[in-house]
């Protein structure tokens, strides 16, 4: 029986693209078919223009909730490009044959791993949730622990399952390799032999397929797909192609089944499978993004290893391989600032072509070239190049796809966008700084041209909340919430990729904004967080968003006493209420909340205090946050409440005493502490007897504010010298260690004053007390202080 000629690869596999390439050139065909989306076709085209630069990908997405997508990635190795470009240069007819995206889409999840992605098959889907890809084995894992949850669950004195290990791996340790990428690399990239590659590649497909697995799913899904290619390829011989003059690309794993004595899919069984509505794009890609790394389960580990290894096939120089990847390993760390020699890379070389004849290799393997870089170059020590080797295996290549190549809704709404608010001068590869003034400009005419600037902050806000590096904001001097801002923006393939996932959200900026706040709420469960929306949505320009994100705020704050929580919330609303009339909202329904959440951080603050030194870190912020309300808005907030549980802190010894010294610090900025008050606390707190801990920590948090203030207070230098003085030499050594941080802040002209003040209680002098820090350290000092900086702070 006839057969067309079926030639099995892996996706991302060199060495497939290598041989096929010559195989194309031998057969001659008339039809080249290859496992792809069979609804994609119209891409074609794009894919192989001139101007496309790989990596690329197809992305196929529904456009109907919930959003799941399939993306179809190809690098200039990859062996289905290699035959879309043969099949453009000879002219022959191509066409893709897997399922249409749409049946994909619809399919439901599938269980363990969906093995044969390695193998050129359909190469990811995802959900909602995730952007980069995800291939069928790990969605399967995914779906695989969700189980091994609920069998925990009932049957939590059953002793726990083995660790998954998927069908290639199993493979490839029966075969003495490590991993499977080892397996691999080792017998078929390595594999110049002609015919050599189709041959193995078929025999591993046979064997796969013979392999048990525990994915029924998975086999019946796979099973559908075959059913459907030979559909595919019996339409191409009706039309009159001779079967010889047919190749057919497909994954190793489905290579033995595709001749004529296996069924084909009928027209009931086609009309069967379930279908989603989706949409189809070609995007940018990455080579991060391809890696596996990233998480994309149908990727390499070394995206720029394989293009260096297919650019030695295609120069037939496979052997000099190693010598280049270590060479570009000794560069960069050179690069780096670490020097490595032209003769550790040539022992690097002999140690990897050494490991590779321990296996029965003809070349090393990635592996080995790894392990023989630490060795050497790394000088067993892997942490020293480990950037080194992300760089040279993974790489920083992105896509590029020419003007004119389909584009998504999104992108056209972004192209809109960017010529109505005249920005089209800033997408450069050049980072440019754009200033905007937030006002109303009252000399021009149009509304739109009164508020440009508002309208582009609005704008540029919605990129940065969906994730689109374009534009990133720049911190200024000014308070938080007025009229100015400055970005820096600057436009990359990686913008463009951001750019085409965020349709996954919605068709337009505005929509994939506001579904993305709407995911946000709906898992919220803090009013930190809600609140963080609330000022988003509002720098988004997106009101409705807004309230609803400020319903949630509600929601929340009658259910948490979470000090540092409510006081985050109340700071953010504060700065929205802040805007005003500057982006054209009216801020009265937020006041309300801002004095309902600022009632239940002051009574949370007492309790909030009770707490280790790393809690009190993040307790100071949101005290600091808290205070600034108050100030702020002492016409809304309960203040005196605020006082007074501050005066209740300050006053106990039971609370974190850096929160407690704050609290006093608070007070006196206030002019809330005369200086008798502030004496009496300062020979309480700094009294002999009391510990490191508690005096030098208090101390700690009184220095956080108002130094001028404290620096004019003659008597609590007296006082802290005469405490530091009482302390023996384990006490003043811990001590020591909340006053160097206390002290570290302060600017070099403060501590000087603090000098003459203690040379003033000295009886030294002013001037004296200056010259003598100002001499260099005695040996005895330096000792003395590289002994502190060995003192672990941690355990403080």
């Known amino acids: 029986m006839a057969s067309v000629n079926v030639f099995g690869v892996r996706h991302l596999s060199p060495a497939g693209a290598w041989h096929l390439r010559r195989y194309l050139d031998e057969i001659r065909p008339e039809v080249v078919l290859i496992e792809g989306m069979s609804d994609t076709e119209s891409l074609i085209q794009d894919i192989v223009r001139k101007d496309t630069q790989p990596p690329i990908a197809i992305l196929a997405y529904t456009d109907e909730l919930p959003v799941r997508t399939i993306v179809y990635p190809f690098a200039d190795y990859s062996p289905e490009y290699q035959a879309l470009l043969w099949a453009r240069e000879n002219k022959v007819q191509v066409e893709f044959i897997d399922l249409p995206s749409s049946v994909f889409l619809a399919l439901e999840k599938v269980s363990p791993a969906t093995e044969d992605d390695s193998e050129g098959d359909r190469t990811g889907t995802q959900t909602d949730q995730e952007l980069s890809g995800e291939s069928e084995e790990s969605q399967a894992n995914a779906v695989e622990e969700e189980e091994d949850k609920e069998f925990d669950n009932s049957m939590a004195l059953e002793p726990p399952r083995p660790e998954y290990v998927s069908l290639y791996d199993r493979f490839a340790h029966q075969a003495g390799e490590h991993d499977y990428d080892s397996y691999w690399e080792r017998n078929f990239e390595h594999n110049l032999t002609p015919d050599g590659y189709r041959s193995i590649s078929l025999e591993l497909g046979r064997g796969l397929r013979d392999v048990d697995t525990d994915s029924p799913a998975w086999r019946a899904e796979n099973l559908v797909r075959e059913a459907y290619m030979r559909r595919r390829i019996q339409e191409v011989v009706d039309s009159g192609v001779p079967h010889a003059k047919i190749v057919a690309v497909v994954g190793a794993f489905h290579a033995p089944v595709l001749g004529d004595e296996y069924p084909k899919m009928t027209d009931e069984e086609l009309a069967s499978l379930p279908q989603r509505s989706c949409k189809l794009t070609l995007m940018p890609y990455s080579y991060f993004r391809l890696s596996s790394q990233s998480g994309y389960g149908a990727g390499n580990r070394a995206p720029a290893y394989y293009e260096l290894m297919w650019d030695a096939l295609e120069q037939n120089d496979l052997k000099g391989l190693p010598a280049r990847y270590l060479t570009l390993v000794a560069r960069n760390l050179r690069e780096s600032g670490t020097h490595r020699s032209t003769a550790e890379v040539i022992e690097g070389v002999r140690l990897a072509r050494t490991l590779s004849a321990l296996k029965g290799g003809l070349a090393p393997t990635l592996r080995d070239l790894r392990d023989a870089a630490t060795t050497i170059i790394g000088q067993g020590n892997s942490s020293g190049i480990q950037e080194a080797l992300a760089r040279v295996d993974v790489g920083t290549s992105i896509g590029r796809l020419p003007k004119g190549v389909s584009r998504t809704s999104i992108q056209e709404d972004f192209e809109r966008a960017m010529d109505r608010l005249k920005l089209e001068k800033y997408r450069s590869t050049v980072r440019q700084e754009l200033q905007l003034d937030l006002r109303e400009n009252r000399q021009v005419k149009s509304a739109e041209a009164a508020f440009l600037d508002l309208n582009r902050s609005s704008f540029l806000h919605q990129l940065r909340v969906l994730g689109v590096s374009f534009a990133q904001p720049v911190k200024t001097s000014q308070q938080s919430g007025t009229w100015a801002e400055r970005w820096n923006l600057a436009w990359t393939p990686e913008s463009e990729i951001e750019l085409v996932e965020a349709v996954l959200l919605g068709e337009t900026i505005e929509l994939a904004t506001g579904y993305k706040f709407r995911s946000i709420l709906q898992d919220c469960s803090s009013v930190a967080s809600a609140a963080a929306v609330v000022r988003n949505a509002c720098e988004c320009g997106m009101m409705t968003a807004m309230e609803e994100a400020r319903r949630r705020l509600q929601e929340l704050s009658c259910e948490t006493s979470d000090f540092r929580a409510i006081a985050a919330a109340a700071s953010q609303l504060g700065t929205v209420v802040r805007y005003g009339d500057v982006r054209q909202f009216d801020p009265k329904p937020l006041k309300p909340l801002i004095s309902e959440l600022f009632v239940q951080g002051a009574l949370a603050l007492f309790a909030a205090a009770s707490c280790d030194n790393a809690s009190a870190r993040d307790a100071l912020v949101a005290m600091d946050e808290m205070n600034r309300v108050s100030l702020e808005y002492h016409e809304i907030v309960d203040e005196h409440l605020w006082i007074s549980e501050l005066q209740k802190l300050a006053n106990d010894d039971d609370r974190n005493p850096l929160l407690s010294g704050y609290a006093c610090a608070i007070l006196l900025e206030r002019n809330l502490i005369s200086n008798d008050d ?93 010259e003598l820090i100002s001499e260099d350290l005695t040996e005895q000092e330096e000792q003395a202080l590289n002994d502190l900086n060995d003192f672990d702070f941690d355990d403080l």
Do not use: H, M
């Open 678 to 770: 502030l004496a009496r606390e300062v020979s309480r707190r700094l009294s002999p007897g009391i510990s490191a801990d508690l005096g030098a920590g208090w101390f700690e948090g009184l220095s956080q504010r108002n130094r001028y203030a404290l620096i004019a207070r003659q008597l609590l230098w007296e006082s802290l010298a005469d405490y530091v003085s009482s302390l023996d030499e384990e006490q003043f050594r811990r001590a020591i260690v909340f006053l160097r941080r206390a002290f570290g802040t302060f600017s070099a002209q403060e501590k000087r004053q603090i000098a003459e003040n203690l040379g003033q209680y000295w009886n030294v002098g002013a001037d004296t007390a200056s």
